[in-house]
Each structure stands twice: as C-alpha cells, then as structure tokens.
Nanobody, 125 residues
Framework: QVQLVESGGGLVQAGGSLRLSCAASGRTISTYSMGWFRQAPGKEREFVAAISYGGVSTYYADSVKGRFTISRDNAKNTMYLQMNSLKPEDTAVYYC??????????????????WGQGTQVTVSS
C-alpha cells in the first residue's frame, strides 16, 4: 500500500505561482509512475502531468504545457508540481496518484492504484 498526501495548494492571483508536493509513505515510489490530476466543480477529473518511475520521461496536458513542471525525488519519496503563470481556469482540487511502472496509460484515471486526498488550488482573476 502507498499512502499519498498532497500539500502546497492555496489562493493565488492570476500570473502567480504555486508548488505542490506529494509525499508518499508505506512503500517506496521508485517503482511507481506518478501523476497529477485535477477536478473542478461539476467536471470530471482530468490529467495534468505524469512522470516515469525513474523521472526520465514527463508528460503534460496541452493546457499546462510550458507552464507546469513535474518532478520527483525518489530518495525523499516525494513528487512535485511547479505551477507558473497560473490562470483562473487552473482552479481545481489537485490530486497526486501512483501506478505501477509497467501498467497502462499515464493519462488514464483508472490506471492509477493510489490517490491522495487532494489539495485546493484557487486562482483569482
């Protein structure tokens, strides 16, 4: 079992930055691919970014490409999401998730076995 806890969310003005963290416990995440997803009120949970188990490969939704950067520190059992140039449409609850390195698509919610409780990000205009 992997337990995931997000932190770093908050209220920020448009154009600002936030850094989300996802701390894992229970097992090492070094054999898990990791992802960030978000869910706005009334909308489905959507893919934001993902990173391979070794951190070599990264994947981004078109809506955040060039503004968000995903990274991980396996020694600290932690993943990060640096969010720059934030827009009001980035407002959502952000979730981190983990899936075995060799299973399924990075982009698909059902492929992820473990989820955090989420952290709220609110971007004011």
């Amino acid at each position: 079992q992997v337990q995931l806890v997000e932190s770093g969310g908050g209220l920020v003005q448009a154009g600002g930055s936030l850094r989300l963290s996802c701390a894992a416990s229970g097992r090492t995440i070094s054999t898990y691919s990791m992802g960030w997803f978000r869910q706005a009120p009334g909308k489905e949970r959507e893919f934001v970014a993902a990173i391979s188990y070794g951190g070599v490969s990264t994947y981004y939704a078109d809506s955040v490409k060039g503004r968000f950067t995903i990274s991980r520190d396996n020694a600290k059992n932690t993943m990060y999401l640096q969010m720059n140039s934030l827009k009001p449409e980035d407002t959502a609850v952000y979730y981190c998730a983990a899936k075995p390195w060799n299973s399924g698509s990075y982009y698909s919610v059902p492929q992820y076995d473990y989820w955090g409780q989420g952290t709220q990000v609110t971007v004011s205009s």
